[in-house]
């Protein structure tokens, strides 16, 4: 089944439909034209928000082609009922115009996506306005679902959770807090423990919300297992001398390794010019995306360069997933061989979520709904490829996935190594 490209369908190209599309764009903060496909169109549609262009497209295509893959798999729904895919490419899109298009299609019946915090942040309010089931397979900033941890990252929860609406984001990985001390357990661990013996550690963040909440959850444990901060520095990428100002105050401060968190396009700034300018070998150590990232060597630009990083993943490599086997074998033949990325799992089982919910109504008889879909996906368990889908009141996974530990060789390859729990 292909899948939709994202367009106003002719028959909703009606003045009814436009005023949906220009009041969901303006005030975000109304419901939705319609929580349900119109009378004579049997067809629902599941969205996603995904770079499918820029430094993120190969992780993000992986995620998008998992979500197709749910939805060629369950394209007839039963009773006459059939299921479609709408796709927006994150790279360059405003993800809160992006969470408006979707709410003003009364189509579109859950969202996959996005993939990281910051667009959450911007999706968040407008799924809930509109009560748009969104499931984040990757959105690790704790304030996203929590509101203590939100007002301490200066995030208004009121305003990402209106009240009086129902929870409508939801998330399958841990939270950077649990991240950082899982990162920070490895760091300081010793050789023996398999660990890195770090006791003096330089911090990096790319400046987002969600490197910093990681950044901090690390120097936390870090400095609960007697380790010390031996200096912390924000860079951006495609800035001008942020890297190398990085990198001569990471020189200066001579520290065991160095810990990055932030986005994947930094992150390769930071260890190409930290390889090339005076210091190759020291560790790099990333948590997040970077983490297995396929552009990773060909974004640090010497494939040499890029060695001597290790990466913890917010998701389970798959070789660990006994029911991966069946999902990998169908992602290969509907992709022409392609293998999936251990985030296109938790893509897939997001996706199947939204549709298992969607099947229940329609074998049920029951008007297939926004809020009914959203009801569903809230209280009921899926089991997955990635395990059992549960999610708590504040729309957090009850059912911990624990992290992937990846080392990267002077050939540019990530290299499962071991499980961490979170």
């Not at 640090?300 to 993943?313: D, E, N, Q, S």
């Not at 660990?320 to 296109?344: E, R």
């Not at 109504?361 to 089991?383: D, E, F, H, M, N």
């Amino acid at each position: 089944m292909p899948s939709r490209p994202h367009r106003p369908r002719p028959r909703r190209a009606g003045r009814s439909a436009l005023l949906c599309l220009a009041l969901a764009l303006a005030l975000p903060l109304l419901a939705a034209c319609s929580g349900t496909s119109s009378a004579d169109d049997k067809t629902f549609a599941i969205a996603t928000f995904f770079p499918t262009s820029g430094a993120d497209a190969l992780l993000g295509q992986s995620l998008q082609n998992a979500v197709d893959l749910a939805a060629k798999q369950n394209a007839n729904l039963g009773s006459g009922y059939t299921l479609t895919v709408d796709h927006l490419d994150a790279a360059g899109s405003d993800a809160a115009s992006a969470a408006a298009t979707f709410a003003a299609d009364p189509a579109v019946m859950g969202v996959v996506g996005p993939l990281d915090s910051d667009a959450a942040l911007k999706m968040a309010p407008i799924a809930a306005q509109n009560g748009l089931t969104t499931i984040s397979p990757s959105a690790t900033l704790p304030g996203l679902t929590q509101a203590d941890q939100a007002q301490a990252e200066g995030v208004s929860f009121d305003q990402l959770h209106p009240k009086g609406k129902p929870v409508a984001f939801f998330r399958l990985p841990e939270t950077d807090n649990a991240l950082g001390k899982a990162a920070a357990d490895l760091a300081t661990a010793s050789s023996q423990s398999h660990g890195l013996g770090a006791q003096s550690v330089f911090l990096v963040d790319d400046g987002s919300a969600s490197a910093k909440a990681l950044a901090s959850a690390f120097a936390q444990e870090l400095k609960a297992r007697h380790g010390g901060v031996a200096g912390q520095q924000s860079v951006a990428a495609g800035v001008p001398d942020s890297a190398q100002s990085a990198v001569t105050a990471i020189i200066k401060a001579d520290p065991d390794i160095v810990f990055y968190a932030g986005d994947m396009a930094a992150g390769a700034e930071l260890r190409a010019t930290l390889s090339l300018t005076g210091a190759p070998q020291l560790t790099i150590l990333t948590a997040g995306p970077s983490a297995d990232h396929p552009a990773w060597a060909s974004t640090v630009g010497v494939t040499p360069a890029a060695a001597y990083t290790i990466g913890i993943l917010p998701a389970r490599d798959l070789s660990t997933l006994p029911g991966a086997k069946d999902f990998i074998a169908a992602y290969q033949s509907a992709f022409q061989g392609a293998a999936p990325l251990p985030q296109a799992a938790l893509a897939y089982d997001a996706a199947m979520d939204e549709i298992a919910a969607i099947r229940s109504l329609v074998k049920a008889g029951q008007p297939v709904t926004r809020a009914a879909i959203l009801a569903a996906v809230a209280s009921a368990k899926y089991s997955g490829v990635t395990g059992t889908i549960a999610f708590d009141k504040n729309g957090d996974n009850a059912a911990p996935i624990g992290f992937s530990v990846y080392t990267c060789d002077t050939k540019g390859t990530w290299q499962y190594q071991t499980p961490l729990n979170g």
